[in-house]
């Protein structure tokens, strides 16, 4: 997963050199054109589509709207400007597509959950389990209240595990290195995209097997799953702090580990704090590890590491498959608060991330104008 | 530097570092090993839990369509197929749909627009499969059997296309499409980083030549880039391999081997887990354990691979300015 910190580097390195060609902006030669495809195609595609073909259909004549507005688009472009220009604006219209494009499912997928799952959302489902709620009850009574506990205990526990691991191992691989970064950086990336059911098949192994399926092995099975994607980005925001921030320490006297602690990662926090973010909002919607590891449970059982437990994914997955009605809607319930989790989430570590290594935030700035008081008084 | 290291003497300086140092630099390292050593160990107990099923399945594990596992009749040959044709039906949307969204991205859209659009691409990384794959079943399922009744009729001269059912629900083509929804934003992320790291100075030679827009990106940024497509393809493919929720809750598991991917059921390996598990007994689940060890090998492979490509591409050693 690329972050907003890669991206931030990117744009730094780039844009110095990035901002000397400007091209023209969209005016009216090239936005006419783009119209006036648009409406011919739409006219000829309406009257040979639904008027004289047997064709019926909506996607049918959409996609036949969009290839004969290419095709019109790109024979006005070749009478106006020729060929060459005809092609540059024909592959802007088909790329400019393909970017929107990506943006609907997006848009379909957030709308559809919340469309489902509003309906039985009620305050309950927050605090009530599933103990006195069977089948046939309506789709409002119970709640996930077991699922959430599970879920936050589970995902913590992978954090405390996942956390101080990835993050030690990003620390070895910028700030210490040697023969043996080489293979721990490929194997990291090699890990990254391991399928999420053979974490799950190896907790399955080596804990289940022997102590039985509760929370701690669906923490475990998260944190083999957090723990790449954790190292990768604090590795990229670790490569972020300036040298001569390290250098500066080590030539005051400093050791390495006071270099590392007092210098290095106080400076890269806000992207940290990303890092474990984008972690959490990975391991928060796994389902696949958890099938095998934590057993499920209809009640509530806050000791993670006796006994089985529920997970909102894993109450999501168990409920859609029963064929009752009021179980599928409960089951989009547990979807949208899950949907919900991920995407908050998501929106705070964007925001800490947003900003560089070294950016005061709206604590650090009031720490430091505590200490400037101090200082004057 | 071969020239300096010929005329200086090499000089040696040794370190004395002090013992919190030594510690750190010991726990740290400590920390790498352990990320290296539960790779192995995935892949070990994997094994050591796959191998009563391997050595009663024999070579047979590799050819057998059936999964029976209690009758002694159980093999690969059906589900892999199943997981490859699922995946290759999402990198052949997912693929041209990255690459011009990526384009997009670093080329053509408003600078003010690229911070935006590159967040929510990645906030798309982000939504849980389970949420995919529920999409997928209530709300794209039935859109899609349209297409799927269309492509039959009107393109079934591709083998793949050819069908007998009447009902287009559950398939792999449709498992595929959301699986492809879900490979889109990595491909895209990787591609996106590639392409934006093309070299400017040969960007602006090609605009300064007179081309065009997409006569640059023609014959700039995606010569440079190509790794860089190969790469987001192949960690897309990997993903695509081993996703398991979405597809279990779209497909209904059939063992037969067959290239239709318009016909009803289809299967892929790890779904295949998720959903005998349960119902399995010690050597059934040694039985997907092998299964598992399969998937294991074959997305180790193609990530590897991939990161190999995606990091050459990125360290600029393909081109010299």
């Keep these: 997963m690329t972050t907003a910190s890669t991206e931030l580097r990117?744009?730094?390195?780039?844009?110095?050199?990035?901002?000397?060609?400007?091209?023209?902006?969209?005016?009216v030669d090239d936005a006419m054109p783009v119209c006036g495809a648009g409406l011919s195609a739409f006219c000829l595609v309406w009257l040979v589509y639904e008027r004289l073909t047997p064709l019926s259909g909506g996607l049918g004549f959409w996609l036949s709207w969009y290839g004969v507005f290419l095709a019109v688009h790109w024979l006005v472009v070749r009478e106006r400007s020729g060929p060459l220009a005809a092609a540059d604006r024909l592959a802007t219209v088909v790329l400019t597509t393909a970017g929107l494009c990506l943006l609907v499912p997006l848009t379909l997928i957030v709308g559809y959950t919340a469309y489902r799952g509003w309906a039985a959302l009620r305050p309950t489902f927050f605090v009530k389990d599933l103990r006195y709620t069977g089948s046939l009850s309506k789709a409002t009574d119970g709640g996930g209240a077991h699922a959430i506990v599970g879920t936050l205990e589970q995902v913590g526990l992978a954090v405390l595990i996942s956390v101080p691991l990835g993050v030690a191992t990003a620390v070895f691989l910028n700030e210490v290195g040697g023969r043996l970064a080489r293979p721990v950086r490929l194997i990291v990336d090699t890990m990254s995209a391991i399928p999420s059911i053979v974490a799950g098949l190896f907790i399955f192994a080596v804990i289940v097997l022997t102590f039985g399926q509760n929370g701690f092995a669906g923490a475990l099975a998260l944190s083999v799953l957090m723990l790449p994607t954790v190292t990768r980005t604090s590795e990229v925001v670790l490569r972020l702090v300036p040298g001569g921030l390290r250098e500066a320490s080590l030539a005051l006297g400093a050791s390495e580990w006071r270099t590392t602690r007092d210098v290095?990662?106080?400076?890269?926090?806000?992207?940290?704090?990303?890092?474990?973010?984008?972690?959490?909002?990975?391991?928060?919607?796994?389902?696949?590890?958890?099938?095998?590891?934590?057993?499920?449970?209809?009640?509530?059982?806050?000791?993670?590491?006796?006994?089985?437990?529920?997970?909102?994914?894993?109450?999501?997955?168990?409920?859609?498959?029963?064929?009752?009605?009021?179980?599928?809607?409960?089951?989009?319930?547990?979807?949208?608060?899950?949907?919900?989790?991920?995407?908050?989430?998501?929106?705070?570590?964007?925001?800490?991330?947003?900003?560089?290594?070294?950016?005061?935030?709206?604590?650090?700035?009031?720490?430091?104008?505590?200490?400037?008081?101090?200082?004057?008084? | 530097m071969i020239v300096d290291d010929l005329e200086q003497p090499r000089v040696t300086i040794r370190v004395h570092r002090a013992p919190a140092d030594r510690v750190y630099r010991m726990v740290v390292r400590l920390a790498a090993s352990a990320t290296l050593l539960v790779m192995g160990l995935i892949g070990a107990f994997l094994f050591a839990r796959a191998l009563p099923a391997?050595?009663?399945?024999?070579?047979?594990?590799?050819?057998?369509?059936?999964?029976?596992?209690?009758?002694?009749?159980?093999?690969?040959?059906?589900?892999?197929?199943?997981?490859?044709?699922?995946?290759?039906?999402?990198?052949?949307i997912a693929v041209p749909l990255s690459?011009?969204?990526?384009?997009?991205?670093?080329?053509?859209?408003?600078?003010?627009?690229?911070?935006?659009?590159?967040?929510?691409?990645?906030?798309?990384?982000?939504?849980?499969?389970?949420?995919?794959?529920?999409?997928g079943l209530f709300f794209l399922q039935p859109r899609l059997i349209k297409v799927s009744?269309?492509?039959?009729?009107?393109?079934?001269?591709?083998?793949?296309?050819?069908?007998?059912?009447?009902?287009?629900?559950?398939?792999?083509?449709?498992?595929?499409?959301?699986v492809s929804l879900m490979v889109v934003p990595i491909?895209?992320?990787?591609?996106?980083?590639?392409?934006?790291?093309?070299?400017?100075?040969?960007?602006?030679?090609?605009?300064?030549?007179?081309?065009?827009?997409?006569?640059?990106?023609?014959?700039?940024?995606?010569?440079?880039?190509?790794?860089?497509?190969?790469?987001?393809?192949?960690?897309?493919?990997?993903?695509?391999?081993?996703?398991?929720?979405?597809?279990?809750?779209?497909?209904?598991?059939?063992?037969?081997?067959?290239?239709?991917?318009?016909?009803?059921?289809?299967?892929?390996?790890?779904?295949?887990?998720?959903?005998?598990?349960?119902?399995?007994?010690?050597?059934?689940?040694?039985?997907?354990?092998?299964?598992?060890?399969?998937?294991?090998?074959?997305?180790?492979?193609?990530?590897?691979?991939?990161?190999?490509?995606?990091?050459?591409?990125?360290?600029?050693?393909?081109?010299?300015?």
């Design chain 1, 10 to 27: 990117i744009e730094r390195e780039t844009q110095a050199l990035e901002d000397r060609v400007r091209f023209r902006r969209l005016d």
């Design chain 1, 264 to 377: 290095v990662l106080p400076t890269a926090r806000p992207g940290l704090a990303t890092a474990v973010i984008l972690g959490v909002a990975r391991a928060i919607g796994e389902t696949a590890p958890l099938l095998l590891t934590i057993g499920g449970a209809f009640v509530m059982n806050a000791d993670p590491f006796h006994g089985k437990q529920d997970a909102l994914p894993y109450f999501v997955y168990r409920l859609i498959r029963f064929p009752q009605n009021a179980q599928v809607q409960r089951a989009w319930t547990g979807a949208l608060v899950l949907l919900a989790l991920v995407l908050v989430l998501f929106v705070i570590a964007r925001i800490i991330g947003g900003r560089g290594p070294g950016h005061a935030g709206p604590f650090k700035r009031r720490r430091r104008r505590r200490l400037d008081m101090k200082e004057h008084a």
């Design chain 2, 54 to 92: 391997l050595r009663s399945g024999g070579w047979r594990f590799l050819t057998e369509q059936a999964w029976t596992p209690d009758s002694g009749r159980f093999g690969i040959s059906a589900v892999l197929l199943g997981t490859v044709l699922i995946a290759v039906v999402a990198l052949v």
């Design chain 2, 99 to 135: 690459i011009g969204a990526a384009l997009f991205i670093t080329e053509y859209a408003p600078r003010r627009l690229r911070r935006p659009i590159t967040s929510l691409i990645d906030l798309l990384a982000a939504v849980p499969s389970l949420i995919y794959g529920l999409w």
């Design chain 2, 149 to 178: 009744r269309w492509l039959t009729d009107h393109a079934s001269v591709v083998p793949f296309f050819r069908t007998k059912s009447t009902n287009y629900a559950s398939t792999t083509f449709i498992a595929g499409v959301v």
């Design chain 2, 187 to 321: 491909c895209t992320a990787v591609m996106r980083e590639v392409f934006s790291q093309a070299p400017v100075g040969e960007k602006e030679g090609a605009l300064a030549l007179g081309a065009s827009r997409w006569g640059m990106v023609r014959t700039v940024v995606l010569p440079f880039g190509r790794g860089g497509i190969v790469g987001g393809s192949m960690l897309g493919l990997g993903r695509a391999l081993g996703e398991t929720i979405a597809v279990s809750l779209i497909i209904s598991p059939i063992f037969v081997r067959s290239i239709h991917i318009l016909d009803g059921g289809g299967n892929s390996i790890s779904s295949l887990i998720a959903l005998r598990f349960s119902e399995s007994n010690t050597f059934g689940i040694s039985a997907l354990m092998a299964a598992g060890l399969v998937l294991f090998g074959m997305t180790l492979v193609v990530n590897a691979i991939a990161s190999v490509i995606v990091n050459r591409s990125r360290s600029g050693a393909a081109t010299e300015i």
